[in-house]
């Protein structure tokens, strides 16, 4: 079946292309900071954590969210979601690929990550996040090649893949949980030391993933004349809509909890985010942006009217997705490190050379995304014919 992947016309190539161009030139920078080390970086000593743990933080929501499409086509058999299932999979595989490409990059010496293999330990979170990565894209991997290669034979799939398949459910939710936890369990990091911190994250992934599906389904109906039909990007939609509702109430939640109770170690983290600290505000400005985004978000899902309408739609996606990437990355990965246990202000911005990487890393993400739709839809095409 990738043989369909080379066939192609001339906007298709293009793409490819300038796709291939953005990672050649992030690899540049990447070659530059594995000679020269993570100094070209605007990480430090007190900021160990930055863009590319906060992309890795949003990716592993992305990639979780895949179950919002598996458990209502296969465990409820919910016909609408036939089309956009696999695109979903397609989607997990390539968020986890962009995860484990993240820590990869972050690693001051990459090999180091082997260490997880060599030595493991069970003990370490960090070592249980990267089985469930890694076991959950084999899963989707499976799934989706086993599913693609039936429907290519108009074949119903085998009976052996429905197991697989509800285990991938359960997985899917683990891999979120299991970030989170790697961020709950450290005890000198106040600012995520917070029982529902996983399932915020969660909710945030049930929000961020099936919006960018739905931008993923627009452009496959403006650029490849595949509709996935109006009920699934309804379907879609009203589940971002329960799941966004969620993300906001549990915000609210950390934000009474932590002044109510007016624990200096808690509040000194969010006086950070909403008004600075010290005359240091470096993220003041992109996390009301993030805030008064999701706000009117909620108002777009929750009117019927605005939520249905195909104009409105994609921007309301295309915010809802923005406003977590602002809040589940750099807001809650950076925020976590200022004001340090000692508090010391230290802040971070991102260097020209992580922009470049991360860029590089995402333009990959789309170019394995882009791919495997061009083989799912030259299939679903030659079985229509």
């Known amino acids: 079946m990738i043989e369909k992947a080379l066939q192609g016309d001339r906007r298709y190539w293009t793409w490819l292309l300038i796709l291939g161009a953005v990672i050649a030139a992030g690899t540049g920078f990447y070659l530059k900071q594995f000679h020269t080390g993570l100094t070209i970086t605007g990480l430090s000593r007190d900021v160990s954590w930055g863009f590319y743990i906060a992309q890795f933080t949003f990716l592993v929501g992305v990639a979780a ?54 030595h493991p330990s069970p003990s370490s979170l960090m070592f249980w996040d990267t089985i469930a990565l890694g076991g959950y894209m084999c899963l989707n991997v499976l799934i989706s090649y086993i599913t693609l290669k039936a429907e290519s034979k108009t074949l119903p799939p085998p009976k052996w893949i429905k197991p697989i398949i509800l285990i991938s459910i359960p997985w899917a939710i683990s891999i979120h949980t299991v970030t989170a936890f790697l961020y709950s369990g450290l005890v000198a990091r106040p600012f995520w030391m917070t029982a529902v911190l996983a399932p915020r994250f969660l909710a945030s992934a049930f929000a961020s993933g099936p919006s960018l599906l739905i931008l993923l389904c627009l452009i496959l109906k403006r650029f490849a004349s595949f509709d996935v039909g109006r009920e699934a990007l309804r379907k879609l939609a009203e589940i971002v809509t329960y799941a966004m509702t969620v993300n906001v109430f549990f915000i609210l939640m950390e934000f009474f909890t932590t002044f109510y109770s007016g624990i200096p170690e808690h509040a000194e983290h969010f006086d950070y985010l909403i008004h600075g600290l010290e005359g240091k505000h470096g993220l003041t400005l992109w996390m009301w942006i993030s805030w008064i985004i999701a706000a009117a978000t909620l108002v777009l899902l929750i009117n019927p009217g605005t939520r249905r309408s195909e104009k409105i739609l994609p921007w309301t ?69």
């Open 317 to 385: 996606a295309l915010l809802v997705v923005v406003s977590i990437w602002i809040d589940k990355g750099m807001g809650m990965v950076v925020t976590g490190f200022v004001p340090t246990p000692l508090g010391h202000i230290t802040e971070y911005f991102p260097t020209l050379p992580e922009l470049m990487i991360s860029l590089a890393i995402y333009g990959m993400g789309m170019f394995i995304v882009t791919i495997f739709y061009k083989v799912a839809l030259s299939v679903r095409s030659a079985v229509a014919r």
């Open 65 to 118: 969210s895949a179950v919002m499409l598996v458990l209502p086509y296969y465990l409820h058999n919910y016909k609408a979601f036939g089309k956009i299932t696999i695109l979903g999979e397609f989607v997990a595989i390539a968020a986890v690929i962009m995860c484990v490409t993240f820590i990869f990059v972050d690693l001051g010496q990459p090999f180091r990550m082997l260490n997880i293999f060599l």
